[in-house]
């Protein structure tokens, strides 16, 4: 079963409008991370936040971490087209080795 | 950071054929990892491959349908024997990043399975 799960799970918004989404996950982890996924291809690593983080930012993404409620958002502000594309959270649980188990997906759509 | 790239790229096949995926690391990596993604969804380990022992198959994934090989530390494959249109999928080869935790993707391989 996914250990993350996302929402929405497609979002359409104007360039230049903020972007926000959500990670869930189940059980107590190491690290979460963010990875972007352009038109199917090969996934690209945004972010990594750890357990004992609350929050962390890269450029105009920020990812925020409640370890209390397991849960994660990712925010891109001032989004771009070349946004457009799907994100996933995994999570890099502790009893799960150095395998990563990937969220179920948003779709971003961001219109010129 | 790590550069991979997987051929083929993309693929049509008849079913019950199989296909070899081939995946190559710039680097000399520990572990590497095969993902399916089904059509829209999102993706599913499929197995760990370490160079010099068997690879470790997540459950639902069996070696008989997905056989891995990892003959040195920058190259890996994977095969998906008697294919159906099940099977159709992007598979993508990852590796984790010397020292860190992330992990980089290769490009993946399209499936399709007529």
């Known amino acids: 079963s996914q250990q993350g799960e996302e929402d929405p799970q497609a979002l359409s918004i104007q360039e230049g409008e903020n972007a926000t989404m959500n990670c869930s996950y189940k059980?107590?982890?190491?690290?979460l991370q963010w990875y972007r996924q352009n038109s199917g291809r090969g996934l690209v690593h945004l972010i990594l936040?750890?357990?004992?983080?609350r929050e962390k930012h890269s450029g105009r993404l920020r990812v925020t971490l409640d370890t209390s409620k397991k849960s994660s958002s990712l925010l891109i502000t001032a989004s771009r087209a070349a946004d457009t594309a799907s994100y996933f959270c995994a999570t890099d649980a502790k009893a799960a080795g150095n395998k990563l188990t990937f969220g179920g997906g948003t779709r971003v759509l961001v219109k010129p | 950071s790590a550069v991979i790239s997987q051929k083929p790229s993309r693929d049509i096949c008849q079913r019950g054929t199989s296909l070899t995926i081939q995946c190559q690391v710039d680097s000399q990596v520990t572990m590497m990892f095969w993902y399916r993604q089904q059509p829209g969804q999102s993706l599913t380990l499929i197995a760990t491959?370490?160079?010099?022992?068997?690879?470790?198959?997540e459950s639902g994934f069996v070696i008989d349908k997905f056989p891995i090989s990892r003959p040195n530390l920058t190259f890996s494959t994977l095969t998906v024997s008697n294919m159906s249109p099940e099977d159709s999928s992007i598979y993508l080869c990852s590796v984790e990043g010397s020292g860190e935790e992330t992990q980089y993707f290769g490009p993946g391989t399209r499936l399709l399975v007529l």
């Open positions: 936040i750890r357990s004992n983080e």
């Open positions: 491959a370490n160079q010099g022992s068997e690879a470790t198959y």
């Open positions: 059980t107590s982890i190491n690290n």
